[in-house]
């Protein structure tokens, strides 16, 4: 499974983004969303990621790849999590051609499609400063040149629009890099932390759910966490996603009809 890295995990903030993650409502769906992932030109403004139940649907393992963390708030209140069998974040300077990448990739895909996010975002920008150091592609062994990205979506609770260090909270945002999305009524950040593991977003997340780093009340206040999931990029060969040890030997023909989660 190992090859290059997605290029769009080194590349710089853009202004410009959107979020797409689907879950899978049948089996009949697998082979036509494969082959258009196995299709698409990852340069350095898309990034993809599997989910776990999509993976283990397929019969292939990724180390380290689980599901979200089934946490909740000091006051019992459980995290939101928004499993989805695939992440894809596009990026681009202009919103324009960022528009025309995203209707480009979803016209190729099969109809009936759970859409869990579809979501348009802007002012990407790097964690905050302060945060430890990390890893962003694996660098050995069978997953070498793949990543893991957590991701969450929080919503505002307040007209302002607060800083990512007041709203998730300063050590989620020291690891994730971060965007705005919103309209008039509605607004908010979309986190995505890249890292040759998932431990240090968990531990940060752990942290901030049981502790609030010192305030969950002011922290929840200002906004609230509103999805969140775990995916596997996989590494490139010869451009395209390497999805060996995800996919039989065979490749997508050689995929049997394969039973899908609920909704």
């Known amino acids: 499974m190992s090859g290059a890295a997605q290029p769009a995990l080194f590349a710089p903030p853009q202004p410009?983004?959107?979020?797409?993650?689907?879950?899978?409502?049948?089996?009949?769906?697998?082979?036509?969303?494969?082959?258009?992932?196995?299709a698409l030109d990852v340069g350095d403004h898309t990034l993809v990621g599997l989910g776990i139940t999509f993976v283990s649907a397929l019969g292939g393992s990724v180390p380290d790849l689980r599901a979200y963390p089934a946490l909740a708030h000091a006051d019992g209140k459980p995290l939101p999590v928004a499993p989805a069998d695939v992440w894809v974040s596009v990026t681009g300077a202009d919103p324009a051609i960022?528009?025309?990448?995203?209707?480009?990739?979803?016209?190729?895909l099969p109809g009936g499609l759970a859409w869990v996010e579809d979501l348009a975002t802007f002012g990407q920008e790097d964690p905050v400063a302060?945060?430890?150091?990390?890893t962003i592609a694996v660098a050995e062994g069978p997953l070498a040149g793949g990543s893991f990205v957590a991701a969450m979506r929080w919503e505002n609770n307040l007209p302002q629009q607060p800083e990512p260090a007041e709203a998730a909270?300063?050590?989620?945002a020291s690891l994730a890099r971060w965007?705005?999305?919103?309209?008039?009524?509605?607004?908010?950040?979309?986190?995505?932390?890249?890292?040759?593991?998932l431990d240090a977003f968990e531990e940060a997340l752990r942290q901030l759910l049981v502790t609030g780093e010192n305030a969950p009340?002011?922290?929840?206040?200002?906004?609230?966490?509103?999805?969140?999931?775990?995916?596997?990029?996989?590494?490139?060969?010869?451009?395209?996603?390497?999805?060996?040890g995800v996919l039989p030997s065979g490749g997508v023909d050689a995929l049997p009809d394969i039973e899908v989660a609920p909704g």
């Open 169 to 172: 909270g300063p050590s989620l």
């Open 179 to 197: 965007a705005r999305w919103g309209g008039a009524e509605r607004s908010g950040l979309y986190l995505a932390c890249t890292s040759a593991d």
């Open 217 to 244: 009340d002011a922290l929840f206040t200002s906004s609230h966490p509103t999805s969140g999931g775990y995916f596997w990029c996989p590494p490139l060969s010869g451009g395209r996603l390497n999805l060996v």
């Open 98 to 108: 960022v528009f025309a990448r995203v209707r480009a990739f979803t016209s190729t």
């Open 130 to 134: 302060g945060g430890p150091e990390r």
């Open 16 to 38: 410009a983004g959107h979020i797409l993650s689907v879950r899978l409502t049948s089996p009949q769906q697998a082979k036509p969303i494969l082959r258009a992932l196995l």
